[in-house]
């Protein structure tokens, strides 16, 4: 089946449908479903044999944890460094304090360059900001270099995780893509020949096209370093061969020290994809005459980061590396896949990141799309307390809405409040229960349970049945009982 | 599989005594969990006492961003229990809620008394298994299940209370009782309180999901330390004609031959 035949998914948290609503066709996408749990099984059992065998798994986390913190709560001074040591290497600097002012300084540097096409480092960055639209419309054109990142590009598909972007399409649905748009009629769906396919599209670009894109997995304050890890070499590729670099990195990718990378290349390989080391760590400071690209500008992004920053209960957030172990542990991701989040971070950790970055006015469906497992938490190798975060959000979405009129009637609303004004004493909530075994008694059927409920306890029996109430209470039984209590 | 037989009568604990905080779901809709923990506890020697004043300790309200609500709930339980010796509780993501978000409630919320008053009840609250296994130092309950059963690892009891090893010891203890694994364990059931109405329909994908796993292991029960747990999936068990039911783990350690436990619906 083509995966292009379902309607395209908004990634867009501005136009996203709430999360409830985006996770329903998944829900019914047999096919999409599969190929996700498939996905995330393989990954997560290739994570948990590796951090299996590392003794000190916990120490690392909490060096990890530790380090990016550091960062965080020094943010500023250690930019500011690195904006010094960048420039001082032959690299330049801009700051962005929003997706429109970094697609405008990126479209800027592309025409200074004279550029109609670029080559793209994998980059869930430029995504956040919707970078390949706007050079679209600049008429510029981006390639994705990263295998998976190609795989959208040319099936017109949207990421649905943050590592493996395309981890909801098969083989047999990047077979049919490929034939499709690089004209292959009789391309097999084995590895091997998709691989070469891929290989021998991306030669031509790599060779042709002069300016490039990335992202950054971590920029070290200490030296201007900039670090991009990646499995199959065609970052390297874009490294290397191109005369001019941008880099687009989020302000918080900040790490102080080149020695820092020792901790949190371990863990983020591990996390990731499993492996004990990625297989292409590529690491460059400025420009070096005569090797590499010559021209080199770093854009710091904040696009609502420093204002999660400002906030001490959510700050955990940004001590994000991206690694989307969280995601792959998520029952609920395992269900739904990315797409239904409407953002191009999917899973936990974009569930507490994507309302931050819209400033709490968009995405507020998002923080309730848990179950609270806590699966997250405990894998995150930089200790991320998601379900923290996200009850935090929640309060602060309960405080925006609940003063909306419209919010009076809503019966989870008005239930909750219901519920609170009886848990205030034994007697009310005594009163309740009666009350409950009276009204519910309507539901019950003659077996002593209830198969179908109205308004929001449709939402429970539309799949579950629920037992009646019983005809006496547990602290009834024990007034009975006749024990003296205290 | 774990197959055991036992002989061995279950020890009493004098002197000991402690307060039962039944929960208010517990209170109204499995008031049988209450009644075999009151069996259970008083069959190892314990006095229990129990104040009709209880009702919720807030978890619904704080998980759902009602945070005064669940603050003024969260009070509520301390000024009630703050003279207890020890608190025994039978629903691990009550436990759960105290320990994890009391204090961040009572940090932002409460006052220096507050705090401080739940500060000294905080290392008194046990979850029933803990209560058992580590305050009393028991495993063999005296009980009798002739019965083979599968034991559901609730995220709060595994994630946030870290019970480990716990139920199993109480269970393998169980005389009669065939214990048999539930594959991918450690997965959530999907309920997740309000979630599983705001998210009605992932709460029922990751239940189709986990119930499939529950019953491949063709045990007559699925047991749990939590209630929630058991009441979303023993209701599609229900739905389903699953031929499989829910019991809480209380029941199936107040079960003895002479007094079996309770039939429920």
């Not at chain 2, 090893?165 to 393998?172: C, D, F, I, V």
């Amino acid at each position: 089946m083509n995966p292009t035949a379902e309607a395209r998914p908004v990634l867009d948290p501005l136009f996203a449908p709430p999360f409830p609503q985006a996770a329903l066709p998944v829900l019914r996408n047999p096919q999409l479903r599969k190929n996700v749990a498939h996905a995330i099984d393989v990954i997560q059992a290739k994570r948990a044999k590796l951090v299996a065998e590392k003794t000190d798994w916990q120490e690392l986390r909490t060096a990890a944890s530790a380090i990016r913190m550091h960062v965080l709560e020094n943010l500023g001074a250690y930019l500011e460094q690195f904006e010094a040591r960048c420039t001082a290497a032959g690299g330049v600097v801009h700051w962005a304090a929003d997706a429109a002012e970094a697609r405008r300084i990126i479209l800027d540097l592309l025409r200074q360059e004279n550029a109609s096409e670029v080559i793209k480092i994998k980059t869930m960055t430029s995504a956040e900001i919707q970078l390949n639209p706007a050079l679209e419309e600049a008429g510029i054109s981006p390639f994705e270099t990263d295998l998976a990142e190609i795989i959208l590009q040319l099936g017109e598909e949207e990421p649905s995780h943050i590592v493996v972007p395309a981890l909801h399409v098969n083989r047999s649905q990047v077979r049919e893509i490929f034939a499709r748009r690089m004209g292959l009629k009789n391309l097999s769906d084995n590895p091997k020949d998709l691989t070469n396919a891929a290989r021998t599209f991306l030669r031509q670009k790599f060779l042709t096209i002069p300016t490039a894109i990335s992202g950054a997995n971590f920029l070290i304050a200490e030296t201007g370093s900039v670090g991009v890890v990646e499995s199959e070499g065609n970052g390297r590729m874009c490294l290397t061969l191109p005369r001019a670099m941008i880099t687009l990195a989020g302000i918080e990718k900040i790490l102080p020290r080149f020695q820092d990378l020792e901790v949190m290349l371990q863990v983020l390989a591990r996390s990731a994809t499993g492996e004990r080391m990625n297989p292409y760590t590529s690491l460059w400071t400025g420009v070096t005459p005569g090797d590499g690209p010559q021209r080199f500008h770093v854009v710091l992004l904040d696009n609502g980061r420093s204002s999660i920053l400002a906030k001490p209960k959510q700050r955990q957030t940004l001590k994000c590396i991206r690694c989307a172990a969280c995601m792959n542990a998520c029952p609920v991701y395992r269900q739904t896949g990315g797409h239904a989040y409407g953002s191009v971070y999917p899973g936990p950790i974009g569930a507490i990141l994507t309302p931050q970055l819209m400033h709490m006015k968009h995405a507020q469906s998002l923080p309730f799309a848990s179950s609270l497992c806590g699966a997250c938490y405990e894998v995150c190798p930089v200790k991320i307390n998601i379900p923290e975060v996200l009850l935090e959000l929640r309060a602060q979405v309960v405080d925006q809405e609940r003063k909306q009129t419209g919010r009076i009637s809503d019966p989870m609303y008005l239930g909750l409040r219901i519920a609170n004004f009886f848990f205030a004493s034994a007697g009310r909530f005594h009163f309740a229960q009666r009350m409950g075994r009276i009204g519910l008694g309507f539901f019950t059927g003659k077996d002593g349970w209830i198969h179908s409920l109205p308004s929001v306890g449709g939402k429970w029996t539309q799949t579950r049945d629920l037992r009646g109430l019983p005809q006496q209470s547990f602290h009834e039984w024990w007034a009975a009982r006749g024990k003296e209590t205290k | 599989m774990i197959r055991v037989r036992s002989t061995i009568s279950c020890p009493s604990v004098p002197n000991m005594r402690a307060s039962l905080f039944i929960t208010c779901y517990n209170d109204t809709l499995f008031p049988e969990t209450g009644r075999s923990v009151v069996t259970l506890l008083e069959r190892v020697g314990v006095e229990l006492d129990f104040s009709p004043q209880q009702t919720c300790c807030g978890q619904m309200h704080a998980n759902s961003g009602f945070r005064s609500e669940a603050f003024s709930q969260a009070k509520r339980f301390v000024h009630l229990y703050r003279d207890a010796e020890t608190v025994v509780i039978p629903s691990s993501s009550c436990v759960a809620m105290m320990r994890d978000q009391y204090p961040g409630l009572f940090e932002e919320l409460g006052n220096d008394s507050l705090r401080k008053e739940f500060a000294a009840l905080l290392p008194r609250i046990y979850e029933l298994s803990e209560f058992l296994v580590d305050r009393l130092g028991v495993d063999d309950v005296g009980a009798y299940f002739p019965h083979r059963v599968a034991y559901h690892a609730s995220c709060h009891g595994v994630r946030l209370l870290h019970l480990g090893e716990r139920p199993y010891q109480l269970l393998a203890k169980v005389r009669g009782l065939e214990l048999v694994p539930i594959p991918n364990a450690e997965r959530c059931c999907g309920f997740g309180g309000t979630f599983s109405v705001k998210n009605a329909e992932v709460s029922s994908a990751m239940l189709a999901a986990k119930l499939q796993d529950v019953i491949s292991t063709r045990a007559e029960y699925c047991t749990a330390l939590d209630n929630s747990c058991l009441m979303h999936l023993g209701g599609a068990m229900h739905r389903q004609y699953a031929g499989m039911r829910t019991i809480h783990l209380a029941q199936i350690l107040a079960s003895t031959e002479g007094a079996p436990a309770e039939e429920t619906r």
